[in-house]
């Protein structure tokens, strides 16, 4: 009864640390393209990073352009110049985009924080079971 007693506040104890975490995970920058020589700098809930300073650097890594983006997130640089753009927002949040490729979308959030949870679930369910019949 005590190791049984011992796991459900195992988890309860997980369960306390990781929810509280979740609000952190809403603000992850992104970088979009919206056409040649412009960008838009936002976060995955949509809203604009209104106080991100995006830098475009060439193919040989020399920077061709620095700027802060405007009230909407947008950022104009030198078309067919600009290899590779970086954006931070001075508050912690940087995102990269190589010009040309697809923009990286995030992990839907609640479901990558549920199989992580149940990983470590099932590792703790295995490890007491092993230790308990032993």
């Known amino acids: 009864m ?7 506040l195992a988890i309860l104890a997980a369960l306390a640390l990781i929810l509280p975490v979740s609000p952190v995970f809403a603000h992850l920058m992104l970088i979009e393209p919206v056409e040649e020589g412009r960008v838009r700098v936002a ?3 949509g809203s604009a990073a209104r106080h991100a300073e995006v830098v475009a650097f060439s193919e040989e ?3 061709i352009a620095r700027g802060d983006v405007d009230r909407e997130g947008y950022f104009r640089f030198p078309p067919g110049e600009a290899a590779y753009l970086e954006a931070d927002d001075g508050f912690g949040h940087r995102a990269e985009y ?4 697809e923009a990286h ?3 839907p959030r609640v479901p990558t924080v549920s199989a992580v949870l149940a990983g470590f679930l099932l590792t703790a369910g295995i490890f ?3 230790v308990r019949n032993k």
Do not use: K
């Open 98 to 101: 190589v010009v040309g490729e």
């Open 105 to 107: 979308q995030a992990l």
């Open 61 to 63: 890594g020399e920077e």
């Open 128 to 130: 007491h079971y092993r």
């Open 2 to 8: 005590f190791s049984r007693t011992l796991l459900i």
């Open 43 to 45: 976060f995955d809930d």
